[in-house]
């Protein structure tokens, strides 16, 4: 422990003065720290005033004297508090779930803010806000009728209370922009002033929610309510957190995953400023320090531990290529679907056949926020600021983690600095409340760029090999799949896996709604020592690429045009025709684009919902591919915010298109090699193509998902384009590897 | 002692001068709305203005900076009504957010020196990363703003 101090003059900034005051403020309000952010909604003006909401979050038991119940407080001056149970990290649903909400409550949507849901407050209450994970598009999909029914009922309550004060039957009264009103007798009361009445109130019955077809708020484009936050640097991330007296941890893990600490020397430390302490963990060394993140950092490079890796530690990228295509080509697998009989169809006389191997790498999600979480560990309280896709499992495994009870473990979600499958496991939590337990201080882990790439749980790699067969009319008559690719499950210790069958590993494989009557798809699972997890679009992030490049093989082989050929195919399903006929239409498939230019197409359903698009490249002479637009059309059947919808399509592409023109992680001597943007480079501007959205929604049951579709066939529409323009098939990605050049 | 204007305010610091510029601001001044992204100068998160000119903070080591001014996305308007920020409102282009208070400076700048720009202008200056991929209203918001700044 070091003396070593720096001077930092606040000065006259009262913008400091207003930090250092939070800061006090959290002390001593401190005692019950949980909850959340508050936004407002709307322009700047409102904004302003829920800065001033935000410049205190945390506040500790996450409730309201005007609670109305768990999920709404309405104050006096007619503001609503609608409480959110998910994560914000980009995707929207902070707007689209109060969306939902303000249609049954019937509020005026200028007074609504909206604050994160305390995952303690749940615990406390018997599980309250139910499962609160942001993962597989699933936010809207799975609150919808919650949220509703929450919203529904608040509105009853409200109106029970004026029809109690005025004396009249609650049927004849109706409420409308946070007014409840009884037409007879021309009275009426604001929310505001019914709302404690209304929290005393018990339904006999739950109203009924509304049906998709009355909405009148539902489907109408918001902007969102965290962008006014995020234009200032207000917004609050994990990262971001300070508290009093807090000290800084860098940290280094066991390069090859799996492996463990063997020994560390903290001689070179001796006689450094500014270091607290050296901490030991079973596969990491994190040093920590006073004043800064970077001092922690640069204490960590004078260390030079040493690592047990065991055999992993000569395993390489080669080695897994050729596993993966093995497995893909040989030895047993699962049948996941068998319709028909593929083999007679496959060595039937005249039949025209074909076989394609695909491949693709390891991926890393690189949030643009790198992991870190901050801890407070006060004996018998716990309170953890991270940024989580799932704070209600943060917070068990926080308890578990750090001996307590779950009443104990307060977890401050905030903004999250990006997801994309990522944050649902907070590995940083866990090291950083061990970290805390060894100092006893309050500390802040941050992983580096380096950090974050290599260690993180990655899309898997997989080879996925393909057979088909045509009739002599071109007609196709037999579809082999098998792939070959990691365990998500398995390497997340969620499930073993039995039958062999991963529901991610298929996706888009085995559901694939080509009618051909000779169907086989197989799935061979099979891990390494790399982790692997949830990847934006999941099984779509490499099926979609896979299968969508291999039906165009299948349309170029039978002399069709490839929308033609794939609509042939899609007669049981009038969605996927639909989505088909408005990117086709829209992009003006089929026209020529000039030399050097074309188009692709590609099609696919994950998350409920399917995505089309359409790719138009330009290849110069040197080689060099610029994506120049994306058209995409879109059924998620219904959507809640038009807006938020048409982002994520957007953000999914560019994602997309970045893994499929760059994305690569490997492997050498165990260790993920690439580390940071420059040796795993990102779409930026230059290359990001236009996009346009077009929806071609089909109402019915199906609400589908917003985040994670928009990217599945991204990687086929281009690599069908660049097929078009060279001749050139590209089978395995990212597109970078690959010579261009004098093709177009 | 390194002395810095940021924002308007003096600040002297007395830490050891290879300390990127980012660390200060961040962890020693408390504005931890520049952003750590990559720390080697590649995504742009970080970027600030010294002495007006928008640099990658993770890459400058505080030593060299004794009497410079610092601008970050703090200082750069009271109410966010800065034509950028009220351009990326009217965009709506954040997602996460993450990346933006260094989308939001690197434009600042950029502007000034091509108070028109063309998308080509756009894609040879703004190399920043947004890993959400808000690209598409991010090129619009840079249009609207010079509009605005015009107006
Ligand atoms: S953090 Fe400075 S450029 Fe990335
Ligand atoms: S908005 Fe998330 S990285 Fe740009």
Redesign the interface.
Known sequence: MSGH?????????N??DA?AFTRRHFIIAGATAAGGLAVGIG??PR??KALTVAAKPWDGNASSPYDLDAWIAIEPDDSVLIRYARSE????SMTALPMIVAEELQCDWSKVRVEYASPNRSVRENNVYGDMSSVGSHSVRDSRIKLQQVGASARERLIAAAAAQWNVPASECKAADSVVSHAASGRRINYGALASAAAQIKLAAEPAIKAPEHYTFIGKPQ??V????????????A??T?LPDMV?AAIAQCPVPGGTLASVDEAPLKNMPGIVQVVRLKDAVAVVAT?????AK?GLARLHPEWNVGAAGSTDSAQFVKEYRDAALSGTAAVARNDGDVDSALSASGAKTLTSLYEVPYLAH?????MNATVHWQGDRLDVWVGTQAADRALKVAAETAGLKPEQVYIHNT??????GRKSRNDEMVQAIEIAKAINRPVKL?W??EDDMRHDRFRPQAAISFKGALDANGRPTALYIRTAVGSILRSLRINKVENGIEPMAIEGLANNPYQIANTKVECALKNTHIPVAFWRSVGASQNAFAIESFIDEMAHAAGRDPYQFRRAMLGSRPDWIKVLDTVVENSNWGRSLGPGRAQGLAIHECYGTIVGEVAEITISPQGALKVDRITLAADSGHVVNP?GFA?QM??????AL?AALYGKVTVKNGVPEQG???TYP?????Q?P??DVHFAMTGGKKWGGAGEPGGAPTAAAVCNAIFALTGKRIRSLPIMDHDLSGSA | MITIDVNGTQHQVDIEPDTPLLWVLRDVIGLTGTKFGCGIAECGACTVHINGRAMRSCSVPIGVLDGATILTIEGLSSDASHPVQKAWVAEDVPQCGYCQSGQIMATVAFLKDFPNPTDADINANITNICRCGTYERLRRAIHRAADLMKA
């Open positions: 101090r720096n001077t930092v003059q606040a000065g006259k900034s913008r400091q930090v322009m700047l904004a302003a990290m980009g995707q929207g902007p969102r965290d962008v006014p936050l995020k234009v200032n640097g207000a917004a609050q991330y990262i971001d300070r800084y004043d800064t993140f970077w001092r640069q690189a949030t643009m926020e790198p903004f999250v600095g990006g997801g994309f941050v580096t760029r807006l982002e957007e953000g999914g592409v560019i994602f970045t940071n943007f420059d990102m779409v930026r501007l230059a990001a236009k996009i």
